[in-house]
């Protein structure tokens, strides 16, 4: 069976800034395509009904634009593009960013594909890429914290207070909620001193690591977030003193 490379459009990027580790994943065309194969070699493939589609899939039911594939350094996303009919997986009908895995099934409008990812036999180097293009990623079982896949030297209060942050997933985090997670001995009774004193603490950590220190952000008269990507991003956030 061939491989097919959709069709390429201007400003097209065939692999972007940081590829996804290893060769491309590709789509099996089932049923009646079956025998096509559709290599997924850019940042996004657009799958559709139109001429300028990437995939153009020859489906009355296909919306002109349907879906769209995309290729980020460590997993491949399927996002419908609000279409008529829908974009399935694995029998269940997407309503946002979809994760692909090795082997799913993928019905767009009423044509079958499936995704195959020769990458699936390498989840241990897989996972390690995503790592190393994260600014934080905390193992809170492990009790360890990384920068860009490089290891954080924290005390334990430092990694009590960033784990909470990054479990709460930009959420703002209270100081009371941060008295109660990172000083239980002492029942929740703690001075804003101390809290800022840790936080300041942790923003010079972050940003010795390469992480902005922005990436804890001070929310007026609430408490503590942290960013998406180490920036301040919204009109109550303020960067650190």
């Known amino acids: 069976m061939e491989a097919v490379t959709p069709r390429v459009r201007a400003g097209d990027k065939l692999g972007g800034e940081n590829p996804p580790l290893g060769p491309p994943a590709s789509l099996i065309g089932q049923g009646p395509i079956a025998g096509a194969r559709y290599l997924l070699e850019r940042t996004s493939t657009i799958i559709g009904r139109a001429e300028d589609c990437h995939i153009r ?5 296909a ?8 290729r980020e350094p460590w997993r491949y996303l399927i996002v419908d593009l609000g279409s008529r009919n ?3 997986v694995n029998g269940r009908p997407i309503t946002g960013p979809h994760q692909l895995q090795h082997g799913d099934s993928v019905l767009v409008a009423s044509i079958p594909l499936r995704f195959e990812d020769p990458n699936a036999t390498v989840p241990v180097a897989r996972e390690a ?4 293009h994260l600014p ?3 193992n809170v079982s492990a009790g360890e914290a990384y920068a860009f896949g490089r290891p954080l030297e924290l005390t334990p209060k430092e990694f009590a ?6 479990e709460r997933a930009g959420q703002v985090c209270d100081k009371d909620e941060i008295a109660r997670a990172v000083w239980p001995e002492c029942d929740g009774v703690v001075y804003d001193y101390n809290i800022e004193t840790l936080v300041s603490r942790l923003r010079h950590k972050l940003d010795q690591a390469g992480t902005s220190a922005d990436a ?3 929310v007026k008269k609430r408490g503590y977030r942290l960013a998406a990507g180490g920036q301040t991003d919204g009109p109550d956030a303020v960067a650190p003193a």
């Not at 919306?63 to 995309?70: F, G, L, Q, V």
């Not at 890429?129 to 190393?132: G, M, N, T």
């Not at 207070?161 to 990054?166: C, K, T």
């Open 136 to 138: 934080v990623w905390v």
């Open 161 to 166: 207070l960033l784990a909470l942050l990054y």
């Open 86 to 88: 829908g974009t399935r």
């Open 129 to 132: 890429l995503r790592q190393a």
């Open 216 to 218: 804890v952000v001070t």
């Open 57 to 61: 899939l020859q489906d009355p039911l």
């Open 63 to 70: 919306s002109r634009r349907h879906a769209e594939i995309r």
